[in-house]
């Protein structure tokens, strides 16, 4: 559909009162059933776009395999169909389904961070999560797996590498596709890149269109920041077949800072480690990867204590320092 077509449509939508003042986040929920596409940035259930899901009854499909939760690995990229509480920060699974972005031989590696599969190019990232039964360095010819998110130059932003590929088919699944798109669902959180030809308070991201008013939070940014290829996350009421009135727009900021060094002191009830004198806030979108002799696999800033050895991906923004990925290397 035509976006100018749209915005006329959407005017009234964007007054309801129905839509002022709600949150899929804390201030409260918006209930009943929604589906929720992201990464997954760490265990305990599962977290998937700052939201924990728990996953005691969900039924869990790789390929449309029936499979365990233990079978999840950080970084897959999955559609959860299920609820969110009111606090907006908690919910249930009932469904957890991963589907690989990107399956095959790696044809050519243009630089380290930087492979051509299936004629698709790949970019990682210093947050991308390399399966630990990858086999590293990747070379040209390799079969691999990937999970990420397509920008709107047709490449995959990888968020999970594997080496060799996941069987499917087997175990009984009702399913090997993500939940439907179309199917009645009250919310929906879904991780994409902005596409070009947006127009104000009205943007394309993938298949969808998302509108924001002035009940939108903003996370990381503002709206006058959403620009072509930015990369979100954006949660909020579902209309129609494929619109999402905002309630949530957090901008994924590149992580152009790193830390290699060991805790000095932790303040878990601010959510902040010190590394190096310096503050560092994990957030709830926090990848938390435990590489240590521990291998806790449900990480997270409790199990830290000081002089844990850490690698921090960190993003500056507002004023502070924010962790896109804690990873502990030396445990104590």
């Not at 915005?7 to 059933?33: H, M, N, P």
């Not at 977290?47 to 009854?57: P, S």
């Not at 087997?170 to 090997?176: E, F, N, Y």
């Not at 601010?270 to 435990?290: C, E, F, H, V």
Request: charged share 15%; aromatic share 6%.
């Amino acid at each position: 559909m035509d976006l100018k077509l749209l915005v006329s449509l959407l005017c009234g939508l964007l007054l309801l009162g129905g839509c002022q003042g709600v949150s899929l986040y804390a201030g409260g929920g918006i209930g009943g059933t929604g589906i929720s596409d992201g990464t997954i940035n760490r265990f305990g259930s599962v977290y998937i776009n700052g939201v924990r899901f728990d996953t005691d009854n969900s039924q869990i499909q790789i390929k449309g395999r029936t499979v365990s939760e233990d079978d999840l690995q950080l970084g897959m990229v999955v559609s959860i169909r299920g609820a969110v509480n009111s606090d907006g920060l908690t919910g249930t699974a009932d469904e957890i389904i991963f589907q690989p972005t990107l399956e095959g031989a790696i044809e050519v590696i243009t630089a380290p961070d930087q492979l051509m599969i299936n004629g698709v190019m790949v970019q990682l990232s210093a947050t991308t999560m390399i399966d630990p039964a990858a086999v590293v360095p990747f070379s040209e010819g390799d079969i691999v797996t990937v999970s990420g998110t397509f920008d709107t130059e047709n490449s995959v932003h990888a968020s999970y590498i594997k080496s060799g590929l996941f069987s499917g088919g087997a175990g009984g699944a009702s399913s090997d596709s993500p939940p439907d798109r179309n199917s009645r669902v009250d919310w929906r959180i879904t991780e994409g890149f902005i596409s070009p030809g947006s127009v104000v308070n009205l943007y394309t991201l993938a298949d969808w269109v998302v509108a924001v008013n002035g009940h939108t939070t903003f996370v990381n940014g503002r709206a006058a920041d959403i620009q072509a290829n930015t990369h979100v996350v954006v949660a909020g009421a579902q209309f129609d077949d494929n619109i999402i009135v905002a309630h949530r727009v957090e901008f994924l900021l590149d992580a152009n800072l790193t830390w290699n060094s060991s805790v000095t002191a932790i303040d878990i009830a601010k959510n902040i480690i010190y590394l190096d004198g310096q503050a560092i806030i994990l957030r709830s979108t926090t990848i938390m990867q435990d590489s240590s002799a521990h291998m806790v696999r449900r990480f997270s800033i409790e199990d830290l204590v000081v002089g844990d050895g850490l690698k921090v991906s960190a993003y500056a923004a507002g004023g502070a320092i924010i962790a896109a990925k804690v990873e502990r290397t030396i445990s104590h």
